[in-house]
Structures are given as C-alpha cells and as structure tokens.
C-alpha cells in the first residue's frame, strides 16, 4: 500500500439484512451499518451506557491510532464495544439506518388494510388499528383472517423499498437476496 492512500473496499450490503435488522429496530438507540464491512451493528441506550462507564470508571478504552481497544471481557464483548465506540465517535465508516420513527410501520399496516380485496375485511381491519392496542388488535386479526403470510409479505417488500431507497440515497452496493429465507426452508 502507497503511503497516504486509503484502500477501502466496500462489500455489498446484504438486502436481507438490512430488511431483517429494521424490522427489528429499538425503541430507544440505533442501527448503523459499516459501509466498509457491510456489518449492522445495533447500539441501544444501555449499550451506550456501558461503554460510557467502562471508558470513566476503569479506563479500559484506549485510543490508538485509528483502532479503538477494549482491554476486558470476551472476544465478542470486545468487538461489540469497540463497534459501539466507534459509532459514538462518528467514525465516518459508520452511517446511522433509518429509525422506527422514519419507517412509520403504522402507515404500512394501514396501506395493508386498504389493499385488502374484499372490502369489509379492509373495513374491519381498519377499524381494529384505530386506538389504543392497534398493533396487537391488527395481528389478531389478521390472524383470525388467515392473512398473516399475506401481511408478511406486504411488510417485508414495503421494509425492501425503503432499505432500497436509502441505499440508493446513500449510493451504497447491494445484493438483493430477500428470497434467501425461503430458499434455506426448502
């Protein structure tokens, strides 16, 4: 390698796995995914507190160079919290995906009901996402409907668009194998 030439290769990020990680979202804290690796790493707010308290309580986390060290626990811990380090440092590897509050899931559960064939299903399940408990009242319905691999289907390719959409905002490669699950099960 030439002195002062950065050498990054970017792999192609899994469409899967970038589906499967926002349908997975925390309520409180973020995904963010290494442009490099194409790894996903989820930082909650307890995450963040940990490392926070590992770096002032026992100055474990030390800077060298560019590398981020952990000296304590497992291997895994310890690359865990390195990647959570260096999502709190902003390293610019790290991009933050969009939040469960960007997706809007209840927007899509509310196309889902207005796509539904027959009208007075559409109109009850309608009715069952309007209050309190409308997630839970709209899976139970669409449970007694025998809708449910209908739904999931409606969810993933809404998640796909939107995972497609911001990688292509972000002009980010990526490999579309969202049949991968289907294709393991046979």
């Known amino acids: 390698m030439g002195k002062g030439y950065n050498f990054h290769m970017t792999v192609a990020v899994s469409l899967r796995d ?65 990647e959570v380090k260096k999502v709190l440092l902003s390293v610019p590897d790290y991009l933050k995906l969009p939040s469960r509050f960007d997706i809007h899931e209840y927007a899509i ?29 709209f899976k139970d319905t669409i449970y007694q409907y025998g809708m449910e691999n209908d739904w999931f289907t409606y969810r993933d390719e809404a998640y796909k668009e939107i995972a497609i959409a911001w990688l292509e905002s972000k002009d980010i490669a990526f490999v579309d194998d969202m049949n991968r699950r289907e294709q393991r099960a046979e």
Do not use: H, W
């Open 109 to 137: 559960m509310e196309r889902f009901c207005l796509s539904a064939p027959d009208s007075k299903v559409s109109d009850v399940l309608l009715r069952k996402i309007r209050g309190s408990g409308a997630f839970r009242k």
């Open 18 to 82: 970038l589906v499967d990680e926002l349908q997975m979202l925390p309520n409180e804290g973020t995904a963010n995914l290494n442009k490099v690796t194409s790894k996903i790493i989820t930082v909650t707010d307890d995450d963040i507190e940990t490392v926070v308290a590992m770096d002032s309580e026992f100055d474990e986390i030390i800077e060298e160079g560019d590398d981020v060290i952990i000296s304590e626990g497992s291997d895994l811990q310890t690359e865990f919290y390195e």
